[in-house]
């Protein structure tokens, strides 16, 4: 079973996000709600997938994602990056070949985006 590491600092934002992949995918969801968690928790566990919400306390999505990537074992984990301004963010998204996804979610594109990132 694959596990997936959701960083949202809204916590109903990230509730609804973790019931929606365990009913429809196998995979398990550690939900964080900021940065700080989201380095701390994956010193004790390694996923397979980072969603990562843009707009966190005191970082960013790409901000974050550069931190995790640095860190040995995790160089090459993929991520889910989610905001209601993907705009702002999307050279940064491009550059690091991440997949971005606009904020409201459709739902199909939420779990076609999970399933080819982690396959």
Excluded: W
Excluded at 18 to 25: A, D, G, L
Excluded at 60 to 87: M, Q, R, T, W, Y
């Amino acid at each position: 079973m694959k596990t997936i590491l959701l960083v949202e600092d809204d916590a109903s934002i990230g509730a609804f996000f973790v019931q929606v992949i365990s009913q429809e995918t196998p995979h398990l969801t550690r939900l964080v709600t900021t940065s700080a968690e989201a380095l701390e928790v994956v010193q004790g566990i390694k996923p397979n997938l980072f969603l990562l919400d843009c707009h966190l306390h005191g970082t960013n999505c790409v901000e974050l994602f550069d931190l995790l990537h640095a860190i040995k074992g995790l160089e090459d984990i993929p991520a889910i990056i989610l905001s209601a301004s993907l705009d702002q963010y999307a050279h940064e998204i491009e550059q690091r070949h991440l997949i971005g996804l606009e904020k409201p979610i459709e739902l199909h594109d939420f779990i076609a985006a999970i399933k080819k990132a982690i396959a």
